[in-house]
């Protein structure tokens, strides 16, 4: 399964509200995706599964939605330190598959 | 604490042989998966192939099987990542994750390791 995220990059203000998308070449079962955040020089680490259940830990400005081939992650009140590349990954399907990610810079 | 530790950083030169490792702790190791992941220099991440420790049952990515060898000792709770001969375009960072549902290898993954850079030139 190929998931295509958009947009590339992402230049927003510290407040405003983020929305990743992750598109999936077919449907991904039952809603078997995750998302990750990646800061420069730090491995990544799990934000979102199941589409949209949050990781322990993980504010609730982070939030997942979507379903079949659509998914989104939406940061509502972007902070500083929210500044990292996304990934979504299907892990419905093997070989498990990751986006290409989105990369998030705040202004 | 759940945790994944892996060895440090690798500088070799081309034909070179390696094998990195990836110490778990805080759980059951023999329950559950262990995936490994590249991430080349910019770019995203590849998952590369998965083994259980509990039996030793292993299994590669297409665009990787042939290219590395992935194993497990669960006596000491280490998986293992493994080249015969190394090329520059292995020059990557991999991280071990494990798999986060015990006894599935269609889980996401959590938690990361903090990941090995091996670095092949001349």
């Known amino acids: 399964i190929v998931l295509t995220q958009s947009p590339g990059t992402l230049s927003l203000s510290p407040g405003e509200r983020a929305t990743l998308s992750c598109r999936a070449s077919q449907s991904v079962s039952s809603s078997s995706l995750a998302w990750y955040q990646a800061k420069p020089g730090q491995a990544p680490g799990l934000l979102i599964y199941g589409a949209f259940s949050r990781a322990t830990g993980i504010p609730d400005r982070f939030s997942g939605s979507g379903s079949g081939t659509d998914f989104t992650l939406t940061i509502s009140r972007l902070e500083p330190e929210d500044s990292a590349v996304y990934y979504c990954q299907q892990y419905g399907t093997s070989p498990l598959t990751f986006g290409g990610g989105t990369k998030v810079e705040i202004k | 604490e759940v945790q994944l530790v892996q060895s440090g950083a690798e500088v070799k030169k081309p034909g070179d042989s390696l094998k990195i490792s990836c110490k778990g702790s805080g759980y059951s190791f023999s329950s559950y998966w262990i995936a490994w992941v590249r991430q080349m220099p910019g770019k995203g991440l590849e998952w590369m192939g998965i083994a259980y420790p509990g039996d030793s049952d292993v299994r590669y990515s297409p665009s990787f099987h042939g290219q590395v060898t992935i194993s497990v000792d669960r006596s000491v709770s280490t998986a293992y990542l493994q080249w015969r001969s190394l090329k520059a375009s292995d020059t990557a960072i991999y991280y071990c994750?494990?798999?986060?549902?015990?006894?599935?290898?269609?889980?996401?993954?959590?938690?990361w390791g903090q990941g090995t850079l091996v670095t092949v030139s001349s």
């Open positions: 994750v494990r798999h986060s549902k015990m006894g599935s290898s269609l889980s996401w993954f959590d938690p």
